[in-house]
């Protein structure tokens, strides 16, 4: 089974510090990695797509990709009270779909 | 730009009644089109999708089934609703199958009494 594992949380960080999230994947072939936002009640937004070994930073979010270790995290910097929401993390099977985590949900506390 | 829609948001139906969501994408062509549902306390699960008009995979065996009539459009139906397919029902669509970012409509949250 093909699984994306996901620290169900909640994690709770003061407002203006680093939130990280992370996630763990067991489809070695996986190329493709996404990370969602969805707020409660409403559907999921995509924040971030990463197909590299490496980092890659949009504003103040950076996702950081390793395929050897099958790990995929999302760093948010500065966090804001607006970003408390449940972050799911995805990858691409082999069918084109996309299998996701159950999510993290994030508190930022003011 | 593309948009995707679906309706209705919200529906409350009795057990044994038939349910029918649709879902329209503009601004593209040819779009790979997805329902997944998404119950309380579980992650996002995928039931159909489909790459093309007429063409239709499912990924869950269950009383639930999917058409795409229109190259943009999407239906998800029932005919006879069980108290397990209440949840939150979600339209996506992608670019391309192998690759690419998938993009959600607003959802359609079903309870089923």
């Known amino acids: 089974q093909k699984e994306v594992e996901q620290n169900s949380g909640p994690l709770s960080v003061p407002e203006g510090a680093i939130a990280s999230l992370n996630c763990t994947y067991s489809?070695?072939?996986?190329?493709?990695f996404f990370w969602y936002r969805q707020y409660s009640g409403k559907s999921p937004e995509l924040i971030m797509s990463i197909y590299s070994n490496g980092d890659k930073e949009d504003g103040r979010f950076t996702a950081q990709l390793n395929k050897a270790s099958q790990y995929v995290s999302l760093l948010i910097r500065d966090s804001q009270p607006s970003d408390s929401a449940t972050y799911l993390c995805a990858y691409r099977g082999s069918q084109g779909n996309l299998i996701f985590g159950k999510g993290t949900k994030l508190s930022v506390k003011p | 730009s593309q948009t995707i829609h679906q309706w209705p948001a919200t529906l409350v139906q009795p057990v044994g009644s038939p349910l029918s969501l649709e879902c329209t994408v503009e601004g593209t062509s040819n779009p790979n089109l997805y329902w997944y549902r998404q119950a309380a306390g579980r992650g996002l699960q995928l039931l159909f999708y489909?790459?093309?008009?007429?063409?239709i995979s499912s990924e869950v065996p269950q009383n639930l089934s999917a058409s795409r009539p229109q190259d943009r459009q999407f239906i998800l139906s029932s005919k006879k609703l069980l108290l397990s397919d209440s949840g939150f029902y979600l339209c996506?669509?992608?670019?391309?199958?192998?690759?690419?970012?998938?993009?959600f409509g607003e959802g359609s949250r079903l309870t089923v009494l």
């Open positions: 489909s790459v093309g008009i007429g063409q």
């Open positions: 996506a669509w992608s670019a391309t199958l192998n690759t690419g970012e998938l993009f």
């Open positions: 489809d070695r072939g996986s190329q493709s």
